[in-house]
């Protein structure tokens, strides 16, 4: 079942404006990822963090983990067309690899 | 590196057919792979894992005699859609993991580009 809740479910901004996505969740986690899928296309892994960690840098992305409060955000900074896609965040709970995938939110970035 | 190619992208068949879907590790090893099912504008759904060389195991509510899984080798995974009926309509996405990954890349997985299954 799912188990992440994403928010906003959809989010429309300006090329070099921010964006920020948030995603809660419901069960301890070993980590938290998040992916990014072109419409009608599979997923690419953007990042990691790990539930010791409290954030993450990797580019124009920064992540944040608040395991008291079971949620993360992704910044995307100095958004740029291209960026536009469905961002999924994904929690691997177990032993077994398998990741539950929360709802998506849609980024579209207008030139 | 860590590609995953996913054949076919597209299939349209007439109902009572069967599908087959393969998904391909083309520069590492995996001896885990993940199929999953997407509807339109929503997220995605696990529908089973797939071992090499033993039983996938298959999320509650998954029917294994109409999603058949075998993953004969270290780089091919495939999922066979049986007597395929219009519900069945959907975009099938599968996933693998680095079996020789350390650490944090350990637990990424890479996917193929999905394939859409259209049956009529």
Known sequence: ?111 | GAVVSQHPSWVICKSGTSVKIECRSLDFQATTMFWYRQFPKQSLMLMATSNEGSKATYEQGVEKDKFLINHASLTLSTLTVTSAHPEDSSFYICSARDARATARAKNIQYFGAGTRLSVL
């Open chain 1, 1 to 111: 079942s799912q188990q992440g809740e994403e928010d906003p479910q959809a989010l429309s901004i300006q090329e070099g404006e921010n964006a920020t996505m948030n995603c809660s969740y419901k069960t301890s986690i070993n980590n938290l990822q998040w992916y990014r899928q072109n419409s009608g296309r599979g997923l690419v892994h953007l990042i990691l963090i790990r539930s010791n960690e409290r954030e993450k840098h990797s580019g124009r992305l920064r992540v944040t983990l608040d395991t008291s409060k079971k949620s993360s955000s992704l910044l995307i900074t100095a958004s740029r067309a291209a960026d536009t896609a469905s961002y999924f965040c994904a929690t691997d709970g177990s032993n077994t690899g398998k990741l539950i995938f929360g709802q998506g939110t849609t980024l579209q970035v207008k030139p």
